[in-house]
């Protein structure tokens, strides 16, 4: 990797991913990191814009509520999900917590649900079941010339990653917008901390480090009435066909923040996890990756859901002139402050630590925006390619071997099913081993 400039580490870094909040300088300005930030706290009112939520679980409905938040003139009318409980629920949601109620006839169940969404007249998709369905999804919705919001991460293996990249370059001629749920991305204090490092604050990069260390996650154990299939996906954070393991599903984040402010990806990956106390699905309870940038330059990735354990949640850049957390500190080498991202402050005068706009509802207002102002911007591809980043780190930890980007990006793995139904689910589900046993 050849070291940047700091004009190529703004340009590909992507202060154009969050291109809504750009309004107010030029696109020159703002590849050379001197822009000011311009931050919306409502987006432009507008024609009505409607939406339809394809995966109506907690995220979905989450992602609907932020969408409804965004501005004015702003309606789901469509819904849609495998079981009409978890359809039910969200509608009771956005109606006690929004107003917003959906007719009878465009409430879908089943697996072809998305299909019924998307042909039901909405100008906006929200893309919310688990992440293994998502480059299908994706790619119905681009095809049908639909604005897209998606959840991340947009895929669980190579086939997928490369569907979603298809789409996206698709999506981009075609002049659609494509929110992807990375949220730092367009959160305040994240973006403002990035234009700080961009603009030279810790000089050039050294190493970083990543983190999403937490317990346990929710899990659900099989029903009588539940087929093999329902049961998977009710249950779908820990299975590694819908989900990526977590650190594709979870962790994404972390390592998304990371080649964002590197503005690039890695080279190859070295890792390792366990299993240790998950209590249904297949995946690990643990990675600790090393990701190789090039030019000597290491990233550190650690993730862990495991009760009664130290937690942390954050990302770290260092510089040979200082270092960051990337939110909103800068620090000089000697550990003194060198700038601090100044939040709103309370009724006493004091800084609330938290940023003015929700950045679940910020990345709406920016898609919104952009809908709105016809400039457009299409994150798919960068948060698919973190997403690729996230699967060969877990392909490293599952098999023990070095994995290079190449190899990844070019791999045949496809995890799940051929087909779904709620019955039998014939496929391997057995918890991965890496290495080779001893014998003799």
Request: net charge negative; aromatic share 10%; charged share 25%.
């Amino acid at each position: 990797m050849k070291k940047l400039s700091r004009r190529e580490f703004v340009e590909i870094g992507g202060l154009a991913a969050a291109g809504a909040m750009l309004w107010g300088c030029s696109k020159k300005e703002a590849s050379a990191g001197m822009a000011p930030l311009v931050f919306l706290d409502q987006a432009p009112d507008g024609k009505e814009l409607t939406a339809g939520l394809i995966g109506c679980g907690g995220r979905g409905t989450g992602a609907a509520l932020d969408f409804l938040s965004a501005g004015s003139n702003l309606k789901v009318t469509a819904l849609g999900d495998v079981f009409k409980d978890r359809l039910d629920d969200c509608h009771k949601q956005l109606q006690e917590k929004k107003g917003n109620t959906v007719a009878a006839e465009r409430q879908f169940v089943g697996f072809d649900a998305f299909e019924k969404v998307i042909d039901s007249g909405v100008d906006i998709i929200i893309l919310a079941t688990p992440p293994h369905f998502r480059p299908e999804h994706f790619e119905a919705a681009v095809n049908a010339r639909k604005h897209i919001f998606m959840e991340k991460p947009l895929a669980v293996d190579p086939v997928g990653v490369r569907r979603v990249i298809a789409a996206s370059k698709r999506a981009e001629s075609l002049g659609l917008s494509v929110g992807t749920g990375t949220q730092r991305r367009h959160q305040r204090d994240y973006l403002t901390t990035y234009q700080q490092i961009a603009n030279g604050a810790i000089g050039d990069l050294v190493s970083a480090n990543c983190y999403w260390n937490q317990s346990q996650l929710w899990y659900r154990t099989p029903q009588k009435e539940w087929s093999e299939m329902e049961y998977m996906i009710r249950d779908w954070v820990n299975w590694c066909w819908l989900s990526g393991d977590h650190i594709v599903e979870q962790h994404i984040h972390n390592i998304d923040v990371i080649n964002w402010f590197t503005g690039t990806y890695p080279l190859s990956a070295v890792g390792f996890g366990s299993r240790q106390r998950r209590q249904t699905g297949d995946q690990y309870d643990f990675f600790s990756i090393d990701f190789k940038y090039g030019d000597g330059i290491h990233v550190h990735s650690m993730c862990r859901q495991i009760d009664g354990c130290v937690n942390n949640v954050s990302e770290f850049v260092r510089g040979s002139e200082g270092y960051s957390n990337c939110r909103n500190t800068i620090y000089n080498n000697d550990g003194s402050v060198a700038w601090r991202y100044e939040y709103p402050k309370d009724e006493k005068g004091e800084s609330t630590n938290n940023v003015k706009v929700s950045p679940y509802v910020q990345e709406h207002i920016d898609l919104v925006t952009s809908i709105r102002e016809n400039k457009p911007y299409v994150e798919a591809e960068q948060t698919a390619l973190s997403t690729l980043c996230a699967i060969m780190g877990r392909m490293s930890a599952y098999s023990g071997k070095e994995v290079t980007w190449e190899e990844a990006l070019n791999s045949e793995l496809r995890i799940g099913p051929d087909s779904y139904e709620l019955a039998a689910v014939n496929m391997n589900t057995s918890i991965p081993v890496p290495g080779e046993a001893k014998t003799g």
